[in-house]
């Protein structure tokens, strides 16, 4: 099973952006067979999916959080990373990185997400 | 964007009972369900995909099944390590959605 490690700031000013990282371990973001995801859980709630990426660049965000959020991936480095711009207090949560089963025929949309990293909790506060 | 509803929020039971927990979809999302355990201070953990499927390693207590709007998790007989958070998702399409998960509690 590969191993996701998500890294990052721990605080963060309002207003500013949060850029966060996930180095996986034991599979190849080239990997034809997976997308790459953040989900997050603010304290104490339940989880919300950000984004996910193909090692093509070929990405899908939540809705609501497209017009701030920018995903990309770096084979080379076999990482992948997450930019919120414009964050505040309700940002503030624990960002998971993702593995995300895909079908290469393209017939499906990326589906479940296996394994997780363990995670980094980013505040926004001044 | 598909709503997961999941019941009930909080169940107490005790160990070595059998327990049902439920996730309702707002609109249909055939066999595109996925279960998760999370347990405190831990990632989420997958269990079941395509409603019924068991992932790697996961123990035969655990079932799911369901199809369309109605999908239900099933532990056959509860262990000290399954009291934790379930979370439901579906992947129908690409705005993906989490249910507000099951909370198991020891009574």
């Known amino acids: 099973q590969p191993q996701l490690q998500a890294s990052g700031p721990g605080l963060v000013q309002p207003s500013e952006t949060l850029s966060l990282t996930c180095t996986v371990s034991?599979?190849?973001?080239?990997?034809?067979?997976?997308?790459w995801g953040w989900i997050r859980q603010p304290p104490g709630k339940g989880l919300e999916w950000i984004a996910s990426?193909?090692?093509?660049?070929?990405?899908y965000h939540n809705p609501s959080l497209k017009s701030r959020v920018t995903i990309s991936a770096d084979t080379s480095k076999n990482r992948f990373s997450l930019e919120l711009n414009s964050v505040t207090a309700a940002d503030t949560a624990l960002y998971f990185c993702?593995?995300?089963?895909?079908?290469?025929?393209?017939?499906?949309?990326?589906?479940?997400?296996?394994?997780w990293g363990q995670g980094v909790l980013v505040t926004v506060s001044s | 964007e598909i709503v997961l509803t999941q019941s009930p929020a909080t169940l107490s039971v005790s160990p070595g009972e059998r327990v049902t927990l439920s996730c309702r979809a707002s609109?249909?999302?055939?066999?595109?369900l996925a279960w998760y355990q999370q347990k405190p201070g831990q990632a989420p953990r997958l269990l079941i995909y395509?409603?019924?499927t068991r992932a790697t390693g996961i123990p035969a207590r655990f079932s799911g099944s369901g199809s369309g709007t109605e999908f239900t998790l099933t532990i056959s007989s509860l262990q000290s390590e399954d009291f934790a958070v379930y979370y439901c998702?579906?992947?129908?399409?690409?705005?993906?959605?989490f249910g507000q998960g099951t909370r198991l509690e020891i009574k």
């Open positions: 993702a593995r995300q089963r895909y079908d290469s025929s393209g017939y499906y949309y990326p589906r479940w997400f296996d394994p």
């Open positions: 034991g599979d190849s973001t080239s990997n034809i067979d997976y997308f």
């Open positions: 990426i193909y090692y093509s660049g070929s990405a």
């Open positions: 609109q249909t999302v055939t066999s595109d």
């Open positions: 395509a409603a019924s």
């Open positions: 998702q579906q992947y129908n399409n690409w705005r993906y959605t």
